[in-house]
């Protein structure tokens, strides 16, 4: 079985300071790694995705992650957050068996807070 | 290219009733899977469906059941509604095909049911 642990359901930081939003895995096979944001009211939309080929990944609105085995961890980054930035982001897993046959676990999500 | 679409966007019913939510996928895309969004929670999977049969199904009982048409469009039904299944519920497309979306979901806007 499948799961994500998001530490931190609320961050809080400064407008221009660092992001980081934390996200670990649980996985029995390679995993597929994903970070989707939420807006207020609105569906998820993709940030960013790990495939297994570079574990460095960058995703759209100035984001990256990393993803590193040993820690099965798979972290969220922006080097300076922006006031458009709060939303609620969510971390999430697939077993990468590729084809039609696969699910979404997600974590329960980290609210995104920027202060002027 | 059209992106997924759901209706309604919001629905209030009371409890015992039945509901059907509806999702068109993006163009292209022959599998749509659906999710629960309870309030502060991340999604969690209910089923999804490729080529109109069900392909994999998450921890809900008989009374979720859904349908998907031969235009890959889907329905979500709900019987016997509960209070407890006031949520967002979130339709995702994809293809099992590969290409650089491969293993990628895309969410539509959801619709936020309120059960009373």
């Known amino acids: 079985a499948q799961s994500v642990t998001q530490l931190g359901s609320h961050v809080s930081v400064s407008e221009g300071a660092l992001v980081l939003l934390r996200c670990n895995y649980s996985s029995s096979v390679p995993p597929y790694l994903f970070w989707y944001v939420q807006y207020p009211n609105q569906g998820l939309q993709l940030l960013l995705k790990y495939t297994s080929a570079a574990t460095l990944v960058k995703g759209i609105n100035g984001f990256e992650a990393e993803f590193k085995k040993s820690e099965t961890s798979f972290h969220l980054t922006k080097p300076s957050a922006h006031m458009s930035d709060a939303a609620e982001y969510f971390c999430?897993?697939?077993?990468?068996?590729?084809?039609?046959?696969?699910?979404?676990?997600f974590g329960k999500g980290t609210l995104l807070t920027v202060n002027p | 290219e059209t992106g997924v679409t759901q209706s309604p966007t919001h629905l209030i019913k009371t409890r015992g009733q039945q509901v059907t939510l509806r999702c068109s996928s993006q163009s292209g895309h022959n599998t749509v899977s659906w999710y629960q969004q309870a309030l502060g929670q991340g999604p969690q999977f209910i089923f999804q469906?490729?080529?109109?049969?069900?392909?994999g199904r998450g921890n809900f009982p008989p009374r979720f059941s859904g349908l998907q048409f031969p235009n890959y469009s889907s329905e979500l039904n709900v019987n016997a509604l509960e209070l407890d299944d006031s949520a967002l519920y979130l339709c995702a497309s994809s293809s099992p095909d590969t290409g650089e979306n491969y293993n990628e979901q895309f969410f539509g806007p959801g619709t936020r049911l309120t059960v009373l």
């Open positions: 999430a897993v697939s077993d990468g068996s590729g084809g039609s046959n696969y699910k979404l676990t």
């Open positions: 469906y490729y080529r109109e049969e069900e392909n």
